[in-house]
T-cell receptor
Framework: GAGVSQSPSNKVTEKGKDVELRCDPI?????LYWYRQRLGQGLEFLIY????????KSGLPSDRFSAERTGESVSTLTIQRTQQEDSAVYLC?????????????FGAGSRLTVL | KQEVTQIPAALSVPEGENLVLNCSFT??????LQWFRQDPGKGLTSLLL?????REQTSGRLNASLDKSSGRSTLYIAASQPGDSATYLC??????????FGSGTRLLVRP
């Protein structure tokens, strides 16, 4: 596609429910990243995919968070038993290679509100 | 642990002014430094990427400098316009893939 597409754009859920956030990267981009942005703050790294493997999951806040990627395509970020502190905008980005030399293209984000 | 700080947190200027946004980082061992623009409800747009071996990059009215030894970068915006109003984020790549972001500077350019 022309850009990185994320869905849903907005999600309101009740505490304790599971949510899935989807990211469609730019076609041909081998690297995919998930970041989280809490209100008024910078972005926090969550996880990095190269192809369908995740060499670095160190940013995932707890074992309630997981992510997977199908080939060099769609990625899903799953949050189980959501808590209010999970409320944030979840941003996905992709690039041809890793960010050491390549510009990242970000999606518009999925805004998650946990009541 | 790498930390990125942006000053000021917010800035309001009249149209036409030249302005400078500041970014500092604590660990000089970086792969690159990037400046992004974030508009409300939209994703981030990459503005400039400076590799660790470079000193500056320019794109149109934007110029970004990098001084690794002092842990500083500046984003210079010439002849500011109302359309430049946005949040500007600085990020350093502390590995080949991970970006560490500052909290951003919210810029308002008044007509």
């Amino acid at each position: 596609g022309a850009g990185v597409s994320q869905s849903p754009s907005n999600k309101v859920t009740e505490k304790g429910k599971d949510v899935e956030l989807r990211c469609d990267p730019i076609s041909g981009h081998t690297a995919l990243y998930w970041y989280r942005q809490r209100l008024g703050q910078g972005l926090e790294f969550l996880i990095y995919f190269q192809g369908n493997s995740a060499p670095d999951k160190s940013g995932l806040p707890s074992d309630r968070f997981s992510a997977e990627r199908t080939g060099e395509s769609v990625s899903t970020l799953t949050i189980q038993r959501t808590q209010q502190e999970d409320s944030a905008v979840y941003l996905c980005a992709s690039s041809f290679g890793n960010s050491g030399a390549n510009v990242l293209t970000f999606g518009a984000g999925s805004r998650l509100t946990v009541l | 642990k790498q930390e990125v700080t942006q000053i000021p947190a917010a800035l309001s200027v009249p149209e036409g002014e030249n302005l400078v946004l500041n970014c500092s980082f604590t660990d000089s061992a970086i792969y690159n430094l990037q400046w992004f623009r974030q508009d409300p409800g939209k994703g981030l747009t990459s503005l400039l990427l400076i590799q660790s071996s470079q000193r500056e990059q320019t794109s149109g009215r934007l110029n970004a400098s990098l001084d690794k030894s002092s842990g500083r970068s500046t984003l210079y915006i010439a002849a500011s316009q109302p359309g430049d109003s946005a949040t500007y984020l600085c990020a350093v790549a502390d590995s080949s893939y991970k970006l560490i972001f500052g909290s951003g500077t919210r810029l308002l350019v008044r007509p």
